[in-house]
């Protein structure tokens, strides 16, 4: 068997938009409520040095796959002008176990997080909404800005970061979609936005610097970062507040939000559905999930291979 490699410029040349990785993402969940998903909860450890290490696993008969992946995300990297997350996907036959394909885990990481965001923002934000804030500008800063510029009629983005290299860079990117953009404080990012995107680099020793009572009503937040920026005194400030599972919370060292302040998790806003709240804001915090990334790598490889 010939196996397949895709680095991340030919992942990135597949054509896949947000759209189509957004129903991928929800089918997989619904599968995994049918029991045509195989599915362990992420993995992850901390090196007394910070680095966050993790890995997930989950298999699908009728894409025919096992796929698992495991990432390092290492600030350091960047001053030897690495990204600071790097990673590989392995996929593997889901009846021989055979190696079918191995793909880089960068492209991959960055579109399925922003398709989880945008997944939980079909249920819970406003459709109409125009403004973005961005309170972080990496790779996850600039996939989400792809993807809800895909997905609302996004006018204004708002973006924070302790960079103002990254700033800039996004603001040209914003610019070229066609979007007005402004660097700002946190919480001038934030206070007006209709979507929020909180994406710092994954560092428990990052004091708080964020606070949803800055939200309006109405307001969505996506927090792809633990949550680690935001004051947890300000935490119950949100109406509703989704997990990517409910299991997989349990399970962690590290709570990313209060256990009482948890309404639910993203299978269950799928599969039960969700309508904006209009009087209060709402989140959806989240770590990652196996089935995030079996959507996603599962339709990369149909991609490439015609499938």
């Known amino acids: 068997m010939t196996t397949l490699y895709l680095d991340d410029a030919a992942l990135a040349g597949l054509g896949i938009t947000t ?52 990432v390092l995300v290492n600030d350091r990297n960047k001053a030897n002008g690495l990204p600071g997350i790097n990673g590989a996907i392995l996929l593997l036959d889901s009846e ?73 860079r996004l603001i040209d990117i914003a610019r070229e979609l066609g979007l007005d953009a402004v660097s700002a404080t946190a919480q001038a990012a934030i206070s007006d936005a209709d979507i929020i995107v909180s994406s710092v680099t994954l560092n428990y020793d990052t004091a708080p610097f964020v606070d949803a009572r800055w939200l309006k009503p109405g307001a969505f937040a996506a927090i792809t ?43 269950g806003l799928v599969v039960d559905g969700a309508a904006p709240d209009p009087a209060r804001p709402s989140a959806f915090i989240f770590r990652g999930i196996s089935v995030g990334d079996l959507a996603v790598a599962a339709l990369a490889y149909q991609r490439a291979t015609g499938g």
Request: proline share 5%; charged share 20%; aromatic share 4%.
């Open 225 to 267: 970062d633990l949550g680690i920026p935001w004051q947890p005194a300000g935490q119950s400030a949100f109406g509703r507040i989704y997990v990517d599972d409910l299991e997989q919370e349990k399970a962690m060292e590290k709570p990313m939000v209060a256990a009482d302040l948890i309404t639910g998790d993203l299978t």
């Open 96 to 168: 021989t176990g055979q190696l079918r394909a191995t793909l880089d885990a960068n492209w991959v990481t960055a579109v399925r997080t922003a398709g989880l965001s945008a997944v939980a923002a079909r249920r819970l934000a406003d459709p109409a909404s125009r403004t973005l804030g961005l309170i972080g500008a990496g790779v996850q800063g600039e996939s989400h800005l792809r993807a809800f510029a895909q997905m609302f009629p996004l006018e204004h983005v708002a973006i924070h970061s302790r960079s103002q290299t990254s700033v800039d």
């Open 19 to 70: 759209p189509e990785i957004v129903t991928a993402i929800e089918d997989t969940l619904r599968g995994l409520v049918a029991g045509t998903i195989t599915a362990a909860p992420k993995t992850a450890a901390i090196a007394p040095d910070g680095r966050y290490m993790m890995a997930t696993l989950a298999a699908s008969d009728a894409a025919g796959l096992i796929v698992v992946k495991s």
